[in-house]
């Protein structure tokens, strides 16, 4: 009897052990034997244990008074009644963590979901998902026959530079379109002889449109992120902040 195709619904489905028994075996199965989809799944699964973590404490809570069901049925003017519903949804979200937690990474973040944060957590996300890619962590490599800025512009709608870090010591391996809720971004990455690889973001911006650069740290990924003209740019990697700010503002200087 063949196996279904293992589909993403499945692997998001094994992160949060939400599988019948025989389905989690087969998803194990495929994983064993799939290296990439393995380490992609690892790092969720780390990184839904850390959210749960972080949020215990605010789950254990006891749920305030003004949020009990039969106080918010009281309430008849419509704008409270409209704060407590919201209230309360953020409650049974926060305690449904323990067992959704790899559904939650997908569109829940703990800080703000706007202007340069969300940028960062998207710049730090795709270092977090492709740079450990042995296989294809870029979409197009750099390539004299593949015109990236061109790529780039028209996936973003902007002008988009492509900076040379060679000075810095690292060399462009290519890039990805990147979706987001935010519209598209677009990923390049670069590598050095050492291994290191650092990834460069950019997507037109909503919200901070004109921000002075500012530095980051998402678990392991640090970052210094800006936005100008409506264009927002943030370079991620594992490099302390105090080495990779010269290397940003090498970037910030070309564009």
């Known amino acids: 009897m063949s196996i279904k195709p293992i589909t993403e619904d499945d692997l998001q489905a094994y992160v949060d052990n939400a599988l019948d028994a025989e389905r989690h075996l087969e998803v194990a199965a495929f994983l064993e034997k799939n ?58 979200l926060i305690l449904a963590i323990g067992g959704t937690g790899g559904w939650l990474l997908k569109g829940f973040s703990m800080p703000p979901n706007e202007g340069v944060a969300a940028l960062v957590q998207e710049a730090s ?34 002008a988009v530079t492509i900076p040379d870090l060679s000075k810095a010591g690292y060399r462009l391996m290519g890039g990805r379109v990147i979706p987001t809720s935010h519209g598209p971004g677009f990923m390049l990455m670069y590598d050095d002889d050492k291994g290191s690889r650092l ?12 921000k002075p650069m500012v530095a980051s740290t998402q ?37």
């Open 199 to 210: 990834v460069m973001f950019t997507r037109r911006m909503q919200v901070d449109q004109d």
């Open 35 to 92: 290296d990439q989809a393995a380490r992609r799944i690892n790092s969720y699964q780390r990184d839904a244990e850390a959210l749960r973590s972080a949020l215990a404490p605010v789950a254990a809570e006891a749920i305030p008074s003004r949020l009990n069901l039969a106080h918010m049925i009281e309430a008849k003017r419509p704008a409270p009644a409209r704060r407590f519903a919201s209230m309360a949804a953020a409650a049974v």
């Open 125 to 158: 996300a795709s270092y977090n998902v492709f740079s450990p890619d042995t296989v294809r962590p870029v979409e197009l490599r750099a390539d004299p026959n593949v015109d990236l800025k061109q790529v780039a512009s028209g996936a973003i709608g902007s």
């Open 219 to 255: 678990r392991d990924v640090h970052g210094w992120s800006w936005a100008k003209n409506g264009m927002g740019y943030s370079l991620v990697g594992s490099l302390t902040p105090d080495k990779l700010h010269p290397i940003a503002d090498a970037v910030r200087s070309q564009i």
